[in-house]
């Protein structure tokens, strides 16, 4: 997993929580990177888990709604750092279709090893978009965290409901509607 997603996570909870909750959930993790991250480096998922996790247990936050929580913080990361990226779409709709063929593609050429999840488009819409995310990682509540602030960017609403294909998580279905 690239650093970035690390050192983000970090700095989210440092401006939620305090420096003094970083260094409790770094310290109680066993870290092989010893909790030392640079955003180009690549770490195991593993110590992910385990500062969510410890993250989770010390806030009484469940690990799903950290990682949504999460996601809109990373979101004004992407906002900020690629601001051209967002700006090639006009629409929320169009802009999460092309995640697979576009925005993912974009990534890699920034960080090419990056282990992406992949998403699956089934049925598009003007108004509506249907697919299915597909990792390893079970982080589909990042997605949905993503989702809800692509909508907010653009002035825009829409209800978002998702159905776990696979019940670890490793497989779900978005279904989208826009307002």
């Known amino acids: 997993m690239k650093g970035i997603i690390f050192t983000e996570f ?3 909870v ?13 310290t109680s993790s066993d870290l092989e990177s010893g909790g030392i991250y640079t955003s180009v480096g690549t770490y195991s998922f593993s110590e992910m888990l385990q500062l969510l996790q410890h993250l989770s247990t010390n806030t009484g936050i ?11 913080h990373f979101f004004s990361v992407i906002e900020d750092s690629y601001p051209g990226l967002l700006a090639t779409y006009k629409d929320p709709i169009e802009m999460l279709a092309s995640i697979e063929n576009h925005i993912h593609i974009e990534v890699k050429k920034i ?15 003007k108004n509506e978009l249907t697919m299915v995310y597909k990792s390893s990682r079970a982080m589909h509540h990042f997605g949905l965290g993503l989702m809800h602030k692509t909508f907010a960017y653009f002035n825009a609403k829409a209800s978002i409901a998702l159905e776990k294909l696979k019940d670890d998580g490793t497989e779900v279905m978005f279904i989208i509607k826009k307002n």
Do not use: C, H, N, R
């Open 62 to 72: 469940a690990k799903d709604d950290l990682l949504q929580a999460y996601a809109e």
């Open 14 to 26: 440092e401006t939620k929580f305090g420096l003094e909750m970083v260094d409790k959930i770094l």
């Open 111 to 125: 960080y090419p090893e990056a282990e992406l999840p992949t998403f699956e488009i089934i049925k598009k819409t």
């Open 10 to 12: 970090l700095d989210l």
